[in-house]
């Protein structure tokens, strides 16, 4: 069973830190785009940064400058690096791995990121 688990959400003051973890047990993990989104409170899901297994990223424009993803292909970890956050930056956090060579595609559960003094 597929599982994508995410991590390291919490509250945090405006300008702070926070790094997301996800964790993806899909195989090959080389074969996999990985995506986080976030959903604001009472908004639509949104993209915030996606990764290709050769290290392209790309990211919304709300989060350039901010927000770094970057890819641990031995521990099949993704990782969002949050920095200056701001209270817009307030959702949940949820990581997806979509197959480039099959349809399969793979939602976590989601992690909460609060910024708020």
């Known amino acids: 069973q597929v599982e994508l688990v995410e991590s390291g959400g919490g509250l945090v003051q405006p300008g702070g830190s926070l790094r997301l973890s996800c964790v993806a047990d899909v195989r090959p993990f080389a074969d996999y785009i990985i995506y986080w989104h976030r959903q604001p409170p009472g908004k639509e899901r949104e993209m915030v940064a996606v990764i290709t297994d050769g290290g392209i990223t790309n990211y919304a424009d709300s989060v350039k400058g901010r927000f770094t993803i970057s890819r641990d292909h031995v521990n099949h970890v993704v990782y969002l690096q949050m920095n200056s956050l701001k209270p817009e930056d307030t959702a949940i956090y949820y990581c997806?791995?979509?197959?480039?060579?099959?349809?399969?595609?793979?939602w976590g559960t989601g992690t909460q990121v609060t910024v708020s003094s």
């Open positions: 997806n791995a979509r197959s480039m060579r099959t349809s399969n595609e793979y």
